[in-house]
Structures are given as structure tokens and as C-alpha cells.
């Protein structure tokens, strides 16, 4: 056995303590130590590479994907008031259907309600205002007809439901009167 003290030169320590080992190696040497050791350093980081390139190449291929789709509603067209017609016009022959599929067994009712100036002009044939119209029961083809405003009116013009409502009554009450059931 050889004695501890004359195999280390004489400023090695051996001990270490922070300060001792910092006022005795500079950066130069720590970059000299690097350098000594580049080979070995070159050689751990080849192999460590190889073997995780070598471990994810084995590994199966997992894909993975996701997708949203957004549809917005497509915005409706504005349209002038004037171009919207539920009525069907001066066709009295849709008016004359009506009238007989409301004649028929199954589908009897005991009054007929004419919806706006359009409709009541051409099934009395007269060119009088609803307002003039309402409140009263004519008949067309023996059936008894109760005029009041058009929804569309009703509306623009808010002051007038009340009326209509009164128009319904008396239609109502029509059918009552003459013996048919009214279903609420």
C-alpha cells in the first residue's frame, strides 16, 4: 500500500468543499476536462439517440384526428310585403272548392268565415270595406258567412284583434245556433 499523501499532487484537497473546489478550477480547465472527454460524450449520445430512434421505429404507427363542421342557416330573403299573397286572388274556383269540401259529410261546418277584403268581395261579390262587412251574418250558398280582417292585417294594425275576436264570437254563436258542435 502506497500513502495517501504522495500520490496527489500537493494543492489537491481531499476533501471537497464549494469553496475550496471553486477558488481551484476555473472554466478553462472545466472546458479542457470537456474536451479530454468529447469522445466518450460523442460516442453516449450516438448510442442514446440509436436506441430511442431504434424504440419509437418499432412502435405502431397511431393517428389520430378530429374535425368540426360548423353549417350556419342560410339568412332569408327579405321580401316586400306586396310580393307575399296568401290569398289566392279573384280565383273563385279555389273558393268554390273550399266551400264544397266544407259541404262535405265529414268535414261539415255550420258557418263560414271569410278572411279579408279579398276574400269577402269575391264570395258576396261586392266591392264594400271589411269594416263595413263585420259584425253581421251573410249567406253564400245557404251557408252562413262571417267576415272579419286578414291575419296579415291584424298584424300592422293591432287596434283591430279586439274586432276580430267579436267577428270569431258571432261565428261561434252562429254555429251554435244552428245546432252544430263546437269543438274548444
Known amino acids: ?21 471553486a477558488n481551484k478550477r476555473s472554466i478553462r480547465q472545466y472546458i479542457n476536462i470537456v474536451y479530454k472527454r468529447l469522445p466518450i460524450i460523442l460516442a453516449i449520445a450516438v448510442i442514446v439517440t440509436a436506441a430511442v430512434s431504434f424504440y419509437s421505429f418499432r412502435q405502431p404507427s397511431i393517428y389520430q384526428a378530429s374535425t368540426e363542421l360548423i353549417i350556419e ?7 316586400q310585403k306586396e310580393a307575399i299573397n296568401i290569398n289566392f286572388g279573384n280565383d273563385s274556383n279555389y ?6 269540401l266544407l259541404q262535405n259529410a265529414d268535414l261539415m261546418k255550420k258557418v263560414v268565415v271569410a278572411l279579408g277584403k279579398t276574400a269577402a268581395s269575391l ?17 253564400y250558398r245557404d251557408v252562413p ?36 258542435e263546437v269543438s274548444s
Do not use: C
Open 95 to 100: 273558393y268554390n272548392t273550399q266551400l264544397q
Open 1 to 21: 500500500m502506497r500513502p495517501a499523501g504522495n500520490d496527489y499532487p500537493p494543492s489537491y484537497s481531499s476533501y471537497y468543499d464549494d469553496e475550496s473546489f
Open 73 to 79: 342557416p342560410r339568412k332569408p330573403q327579405v321580401t
Open 123 to 139: 264570395l258576396l261579390a261586392t266591392d264594400a270595406s271589411v269594416a263595413g262587412l263585420r259584425g253581421r251574418v251573410h249567406r
Open 145 to 180: 258567412l262571417v267576415v272579419t280582417y286578414h291575419p296579415a292585417y291584424l298584424l300592422r294594425s293591432l287596434s283591430d284583434k279586439a274586432k276580430t275576436w267579436e267577428d270569431l264570437v258571432l261565428a261561434r254563436a252562429t254555429i251554435e245556433r244552428s245546432g252544430g
